[in-house]
């Protein structure tokens, strides 16, 4: 079907349309407000949606009457219909699955064991740089499918396994190859600064400098990433090194997320510094976080986004205070960390169910989180992450007749249907 056509979605159950009120992400008690229809039709013409209403109201509309045989028609039958979830942190470029990390973590084993052992990230990094960027591409490729399988239309996706400028170029590329052969929107994020590679050990700066001096430069020239991430945590790159790698990246134009708080408590102050100095559209993970950090992000647009499989995956007792962050008028988000050694989830719904059972997110706050505010987490609200007219024709449709039970059954997969530009996708 030719992108233009059109597309009536009717007999909707619930309709969750996330209507944009304010200029800026959700927090507090507007993450709860979905904004429901019942009995709800969309209109999309042209991959955006038109309108937005009641079945019955939807029939009666001149347009439609005139033109009801151009458009093609789906019965939903009383399933739930929401936006396509805007997964806001992934990182798909890897070969294998970490089968031994996972058998020796069950069996007690810590990061330094696995890692002596040959496993960890660089068991990942050997495949990324021995890998070409056709066979990386196709890996991505398949991730996206499966994404879409979920529910999930627009997706962040991380280089950073291989930390060198030709593999990280060539992990950004295949990002590229495959999102040119998938319907949904993909928004590359260079993550060399992920790790410091095991080649430079010991010479944290050396690295940072290759980061700064020849791959950023390389990623802008070749318009190859929007966003710049870091891992600044214990064990990966410090508070100095990451606002080095920030500065360089921001005098390029690239938009700036980070993986903080994952591991341990940022510096007091550091927080409010980076929202001051580059106005991350991101700070991913937030298990640890000052008192102090709490007030400056509830004050700035910078979203809160929470992963919870990986807390989940790597069997840990403690997950992010979600309602903590909440009640303090920060805004949330929600998304999979897609990756081989802490996360190797796709499903938005899985995360949206651990928010749940584990951060105590209801599930109207997890499905605003999940949509929405995983918009606003890449800069693109405008386009995503609702159901109004003007808005890209991006939805999934649920085999179910309550929203809430998109998290409630966990460990399946409900997806009927996502639509990707005003097209079935699957
Ligand atoms: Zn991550």
Redesign the pocket.
Known sequence: MAKSAGLLLVNIGQLLTLPSEADGPRRGASLSELGIIEDAAVLCLGGKIISVGTTKDALRDPWLKKNRKKVTEIDCGGRVVLPGFVDS???PVFMHPRLMDFEKRIAGAGYEEIAEAGGGIRSSIEGVRKASKAVLAEKVLSALHDLARHGTTTVEA?S?YGLSPESELKSLEAIRAAAKRWPGTVVPTF?GA?VVPPEFRGRSQSYVDIVCKEMLPAVAKAKLARFV?V?CDRGAFTEKETATIFGAATAHGFGIRA?LG?LSTPTAGFVESLLQTCQPASL??MDYLNKGDLHALAASTTVATL?PG?NYFLGLSCYPDARRLLESGVAVAL?T?Y?PG??PTISMPMAMSLACTHMRMSPAEAIAAATINGAWALGLADHKGSIEPGKDADLAVFDVRDYREIPYWFGVNRCATAIIGGVVVG
């Open positions: 942190h992934t990182h991380k950073g993550l992920h991430d891992f993986h994952q991913d993970h992963v990986a998304a960390d990756n802490t996360s």
